[in-house]
């Protein structure tokens, strides 16, 4: 059974720093691209950063783009995403995706109607004021 599990969110102040994981399991994902999304009570699903298998071609939504990095580690099945200079309106259940056009659909504009393979469950983050 395929998962994606996220982990490391929580409450954080404003100006803080947060890294959250999302570990894969039942099969690899070394030769997929994986990103992540982020969708707050009442608002739309939002694109926050994807990457290629090795980490060399990376996407970053506007909303968070110098403040937010995303990174893997392929022989632990995992990515990252390291987010500083935290704002409350960052404050968002952020999900793991994966899926093998996840790059084409960002850079064609479809990152936020497009459908993926698999979503991780969500870990909660929430930035105080």
């Known amino acids: 059974q395929v998962q994606l599990v996220e982990s490391g969110g929580g409450l954080v102040q404003a100006g803080g720093s947060l890294r959250v994981s999302c570990v894969a399991s039942g099969r690899t994902f070394n030769n997929s691209p994986m990103g992540w999304f982020r969708q707050a009570p009442g608002k739309e699903r939002e694109f926050v950063g994807a990457l290629n298998w090795n980490g060399g071609t990376t996407y970053y939504g506007d909303a968070v783009k110098g403040r937010f990095t995303i990174s893997r580690d392929n022989a632990k099945n995992t990515v990252y995403l390291q987010m500083s200079s935290l704002k409350p309106e960052d404050t968002a259940v952020y999900y793991c995706?994966?899926?093998?056009?996840?790059?084409?659909?960002?850079?064609?504009?479809?990152?936020?109607?497009?459908?993926?393979?698999?979503w991780g469950q969500g870990t909660q983050v929430t930035v105080s004021s």
């Open positions: 995706v994966a899926d093998k056009a996840l790059l084409i659909k960002v850079s064609s504009g479809q990152a936020t109607t497009a459908s993926y393979d698999y």
